[in-house]
């Protein structure tokens, strides 16, 4: 109410101002007079106001009418408006275009007709379960052209007393991306079946490699078993042999010509290098048999006891050995004396005519250590670098250098089961030097 009378002050206000600018005022006799035709004159020019703003505002609603019409029937997407019985009230030019029909020909006809039969189910469902605005998706019938898929949004509309009025829904066609999601779920399967197939003959290679290491496996554990057996059952009749050969020369001694001895020093010296063949095979199969310890190893005890080991043919060839300060690495500390004493025997062993003289150092790497054994020995030929790794391979006769040729290749095994690898650089004349990683399980140094 004061909105009100104040509008009306405003607007007798400003008729006032009107009056004042456009009329000279007439005195009349009686002032009683004067002031009903002012009051007159002010009343007409107020009406005169408001009906110009009542055009104004007529002018505004028909644009904005237009404006709506333009939206409504020009949006990108489908309007229509049902009654309660799902007849067609209101359709915009495109939801017309959507379903190939004049507009004039969809007013009061049933909206169900324009939908798929296998999708008019669903559609009562939808209009059943819309409380305020629900979604579904349906194919709908374009005439003359098949049906197509669309989503429709569908709002329920009720008046000022609650009561249901109608509902409003938009159509949006969706046949593209359908399509788009039917390519891609049909490239998805046919990936799928790809990986699957893929995957299954992986999984049956991984299956086969399986079988085929655990077959290796017994088949390496057996041969290993039978080398140790072997090795061990073989030595008892070869000293019975050479027993038999010694007492056989004692007692006939006086009676065998030169060649007799000569066939028995030939049978036990053969029955010695047979022996000390099997003592190498036996020491070879316990290197790949015997399970294998994983504490702290200090390289500096494991050098002094392979010297230790070593004191006679050091000492009898005068042999020199330095060395850097040595780490600390988990593993087995019997083999890794094994594996120094090898090298070093080694070095001995193929000294050249100057004095043996053996470096041992070693460097620390991102995860492991590399050893190094430099001599300056007789030399390997580059030819042969590959082979001196190979059980009972033997470059020499062994008229010049005794042993079966087995060392090297306990070196090489001892290396691989501490998860490194072992190789040698040299030429002849010129020394070798032996390389060997050690992997860095637990670093104590």
Not at 119 to 127: A, Q
Not at 381 to 402: A, K, P, V
């Amino acid at each position: 109410m004061d909105k009100k009378l104040a509008k009306d002050n405003k607007l007798r206000k400003k008729a006032e101002e009107v009056l004042q600018s456009q009329f000279n005022p007439i005195k009349y006799e009686s002032e009683d007079v004067d002031e009903v035709i002012y009051e007159l004159r002010v009343h007409q020019i107020e009406l005169e106001m408001q009906n110009q703003e009542l055009r104004e505002t007529q002018l505004k609603l028909e644009d904005s009418r237009l404006e709506y019409y333009d939206l409504y029937n020009f949006a990108p997407i489908g309007y229509l408006t049902l009654n309660n019985k799902g007849i067609i009230l209101k359709v915009n030019f495109t939801g017309a275009e959507l379903l190939g029909i004049n507009r004039a020909d969809l007013y009061k006809r049933a909206f169900i007709q324009f939908i798929e039969p296998e999708c008019r189910n669903k559609f009562h469902h939808h209009i059943m379960d819309v409380q305020d605005k629900e979604s579904v998706e349906l194919k709908l019938i374009r005439k003359d052209e098949g049906s197509f898929y669309s989503k429709l949004e569908t709002l329920k509309i009720f008046d000022k007393n609650g009561k249901f009025k109608e509902f409003r829904i938009t159509i949006t066609e969706i046949t593209a991306q359908k399509e788009a999601e039917k390519v891609l779920s049909d490239r998805n399967a046919n990936i799928h079946q790809r990986l699957n197939v893929e995957i299954d003959e992986h999984e049956q290679a991984e299956i086969k490699l399986e079988k085929m290491i655990e077959k290796y496996k017994v088949s390496n554990n057996d041969l290993k078993q039978f080398a140790y057996v072997s090795s061990h059952d073989l030595k008892e009749p070869l000293r019975m042999i050479t027993t038999f050969l010694q007492l056989l020369e004692r007692k006939y001694h006086d009676k065998l010509d030169q060649d007799a001895h000569e066939y028995i020093n030939f049978a036990v010296e053969g029955a010695k290098r047979l022996d000390l063949l099997i003592s190498d095979l036996l020491e070879y199969s316990n290197v790949t048999k015997k399970e294998r310890k994983n504490l702290p190893v200090n390289f500096e005890n494991v050098l002094d006891e392979a010297l230790k080991n070593l004191k006679i043919p050091i000492e009898e060839n005068n042999a020199i050995i330095t060395h850097d300060p040595l780490p600390i690495i988990n593993g087995d500390e019997k083999l890794k004396v094994q594996l120094f004493q090898n090298l070093i025997a080694n070095a001995i062993k193929y000294r050249s005519q100057d004095t043996p003289r053996i470096y041992i150092s070693s460097i620390k790497k991102t995860n492991q250590y590399l050893f190094i054994f430099k001599d300056n020995g007789i030399g390997i030929d580059s030819e042969y670098l590959n082979q001196i790794f190979t059980i009972f391979q033997r470059l020499h006769g062994r008229d010049e250098y005794e042993g079966t040729g087995i060392g090297l290749a306990i070196a090489e095994k001892i290396v691989q089961q501490s998860g490194g690898h072992i190789w040698v650089e040299s030429s002849p004349g010129k020394g070798s030097t032996f390389y060997f990683t050690i992997p860095i399980k637990t670093d104590l140094s």
